[in-house]
């Protein structure tokens, strides 16, 4: 494992953690997308579904552990939780599931390494994670107040995927193994969706000003 | 497995 593997795994940790802290301590969800996270619960269980059966070390497992835990219980939180659901800005959170879902899987199906159940749910999962994060980028354009704890949450995750980008150039140099079109094109289309949102990310935090993204 | 390389990322 690389240090930008390690450096974007922990920073993906980071991430569940700001959410966490925002929802458990601080008992709101405002800001965030309910279906966003439905979307990355969604991802975890299709990709993870080996985690079991295919061993590949103590670290991969707790972490995929603490990534379907944590997904599930945020999803679990937003929903039932009586005090974080008022927070929850549904009449903001209006995208629709189907417009991401149908098209992942479909393209899953169409374009993969092998049809199998397994590979195909994993590359679903890869598709899925790419564009999971645009209802929480549609309902960043239409919060007027962004929270710290939420403009850092999505920073995050944003930073993990380019530190995963700069994860694959490396090991693309240093051991030998072949070209993966399929993780690298969804990691970078994923990646490029946090852009603009880096764009007014910085902005904000140079001029010392309050983060809002134009409609 | 063709891929297996990249499944031991999260």
């Not at chain 1, 991969?60 to 929903?79: A, C, D």
């Not at chain 1, 239409?142 to 995963?164: E, H, M, P, S, W």
């Not at chain 2, 497995?1 to 999260?10: A, G, H, M, N, P």
Request: charged share 15%; glycine share 2%.
């Amino acid at each position: 494992m690389n240090i930008f593997r390690l450096a974007g795994d922990m920073t993906h940790l980071a991430s569940v953690l700001v959410l966490l802290l925002k929802i458990h301590t601080i008992k709101s969800c405002a800001g965030i997308s309910l279906k966003t996270q439905e979307l990355y619960a969604l991802v975890f269980a299709t990709r993870y579904l080996d985690i079991f059966t295919n061993y590949i070390s103590f670290y991969n497992t707790i972490m995929k552990l603490i990534f379907l835990g944590s997904s599930f219980s945020i999803v679990w939180y937003i929903k039932r939780h009586k005090i974080v659901h008022r927070s929850y800005d549904k009449d903001q959170d209006t995208f629709r599931h189907w417009f991401i879902v149908l098209p992942c899987l479909v393209l899953a199906l169409l374009i993969n390494e092998r049809f199998t159940f397994k590979e195909v749910m994993w590359t679903f999962s890869l598709y899925l994670e790419a564009v999971a994060i645009l209802p929480q980028l549609v309902l960043l354009q239409r919060t007027r107040n962004i929270d710290n704890l939420t403009g850092q949450y999505v920073f995050l995750l944003g930073a993990y995927r380019a530190l995963y980008i700069l994860n694959w150039i490396y090991r693309y140099f240093t051991e030998d193994h072949y070209i993966h079109w399929i993780t690298w094109i969804a990691g970078l289309v994923q990646t490029l969706l946090y852009a603009d949102f880096f764009y007014y990310y910085f902005q904000s935090w140079k001029n010392n000003a309050k983060l809002e993204l134009p409609a | 497995s063709s891929s297996s390389v990249t499944k031991d990322e999260l």
